[in-house]
């Protein structure tokens, strides 16, 4: 069920078997101590996440040529220097919805996803009811997704990535 | 690509907001629904990497004017959450989900900030070990329920990290990101410019981001008005040298200097716009004491000083 929802969002079975494996080694590293309340819903929630960091590290390695850093010193020793470049395309719009956002949905998303703050809390700070607070930011998150819609209409420009094939990258 | 359906949309965010608390069945409900359709799928894709990245990029967020009382007093970056990221690549990111659901969420962020004024010098000892030598006209913001974070506002200071794969120390500087990955290393921030130099170990430069591994005896400087980040090389036994009061320049405007002399000789010092461009190299040795070092500085560079009470300028002949 695990590799089922990793090849669900990940597109491809190679790619969730190689995921599905990384998250066997943390798992192992993990300090034993740690008793966890439900193990099954855990590891499905452990997956989810890994495979939208997945995702994300795939749109890195991706990434194209950005005017963003000049690498001064070529010289023979700066072997470390990955310069793995995140889909900015992405962030801009991320942060372009934000910046259209009506302030009190802002801070309501940026307390929930920034701060970790649990919705109880959110609708206590902002003089919310707790459904309120869970409508908010469902509107928030909807919002983000239209604004991307109508920014994408606007360009005609191609946003596949490079690199980007056969996954299931949407837009 | 044309948008999903917004009923599918939809029903994406809605598997996005209960994901923290599902169950086995509906985990397993969840799943089918993502196989039904490759539509599902990509909603469900689209959705969930904006949250990860709304997690992860406070600098997207815009800085809200005349910040809303309800907020916390100092909201830049306070995060309880530290991602490890193992040096870019693929291997990335499962440490990150480990930590997400470990951490305890026990008490919210509780900055504090430490403030040293010019020439005066401040040492600080966190309880896991770590040591901070903040220099002087600097500004630090530490958090009392997070030992692992810290926010360098202005000002320069030296960081000796004590290393826990588990907790990486990250240090924040405006939008700048640097997480140690076992070290010694100094950052300095000058207006829209922040430099990052690494004396032992190595850290991560912007970790969820361009994610620069710099190891012993790598410099960056991050220009954050035009967007860029230079590499260079340091000598290990410089980097932190201001704590002996020596200042490398290695053709560097030579304007930089007047912000190490009011960190260290706290004073203010002006330096005419003809020489504050010009580029300089060489060490210059600051001994805190105003009197000595102007007129020194003033003949490397072959200019004269004036000293009216509280100012201090060098001009050129």
């Known amino acids: 069920m695990l590799l089922r929802l990793l090849v669900a969002r990940l597109g491809n079975r190679a790619d969730a078997e190689d995921a599905l494996q990384d998250m066997w080694i943390k798992l192992d590293q993990l300090p034993t101590s740690q008793p966890v309340a439900q193990p099954a819903a855990y590891l499905y929630r452990m997956a989810s996440n890994h495979a939208s960091d997945r995702r994300i590290a795939a749109t890195r390695s991706g990434a194209r040529d950005t005017a963003w850093m000049e690498v001064q010193p070529a010289a023979d020793e700066q072997p470390t220097i990955e310069r793995a470049l995140l889909d900015r395309e992405r962030l801009t719009r991320l942060e372009g919805a934000l910046a259209a956002m009506p302030e009190r949905m802002r801070t309501a998303l940026r307390l929930y996803r920034l701060e970790d703050v649990p919705q109880k809390e959110i609708a206590a700070r902002l003089g919310m009811t707790l459904s309120g607070v869970e409508k908010l930011l469902r509107r928030a998150v909807k919002e983000i997704q239209a604004y991307k819609i109508a920014s994408e209409a606007d360009s005609e420009a191609p946003h596949r990535l490079p690199g980007e094939g056969e996954s299931n990258r949407d837009r | ?317």
């Open chain 2, 1 to 317: 690509m044309t948008a999903e359906p917004a009923h599918i949309v939809d029903r994406a965010i809605d598997w996005q907001m209960r994901q923290a608390d599902m169950d086995d069945q509906e985990w397993h409900a969840f799943v089918a629904w993502l196989e039904e359709d490759p539509a599902h799928a990509r909603a469900f894709d689209a959705v969930a990497l904006d949250m990860a990245l709304l997690a992860n990029h406070p600098e997207l967020y815009p800085a809200d004017p005349g910040v809303a009382p309800i907020e916390a007093p100092i909201v830049a970056s306070p995060r309880r959450r530290v991602w490890a990221w193992a040096g870019g690549g693929v291997a990335v990111a499962a440490a990150a989900c480990l930590t997400l659901v470990l951490v305890p969420a026990g008490g919210g962020p509780a900055p504090y900030a430490i403030e040293t004024k010019p020439g005066q010098r401040q040492d600080i000892a966190l309880n896991d070990g770590t040591r901070i030598e903040l220099n002087g006209a600097s500004r630090l913001l530490l958090d009392h329920n997070n030992p692992r974070i810290a926010t360098l506002d202005s000002g320069e200071a030296t960081f000796h990290v004590h290393h826990d794969a588990g907790a990486p120390f990250t240090v924040r500087s405006g939008a700048q990101v640097v997480q140690d990955v076992g070290t010694v290393f100094n950052v300095e921030r000058d207006g829209k410019r922040l430099d990052v130099q690494v004396a032992e170990g190595s850290v991560l430069l912007q970790p969820q981001r361009e994610a620069v591994a710099l190891r012993a005896g790598a410099a960056a400087t991050v220009h954050e008005d035009v967007g860029s980040i230079v590499l260079s090389k340091v000598d290990v036994a410089k980097v932190g040298a201001w704590r002996s009061g020596a200042i490398t320049f290695t053709g560097e405007p030579f304007g930089r200097v007047a912000s190490a002399v009011n960190r260290i000789d706290g004073v203010t010092l002006s330096i005419d716009a003809s020489l504050s461009q010009r580029p300089f190299s060489g060490m210059v040795r600051l001994t805190g004491t105003a009197a000595r070092d102007v007129p020194h500085l003033a003949a490397l560079v072959g200019a004269e000083w004036h000293h009216d009470g509280e100012r201090w300028s060098i001009s050129p002949n």
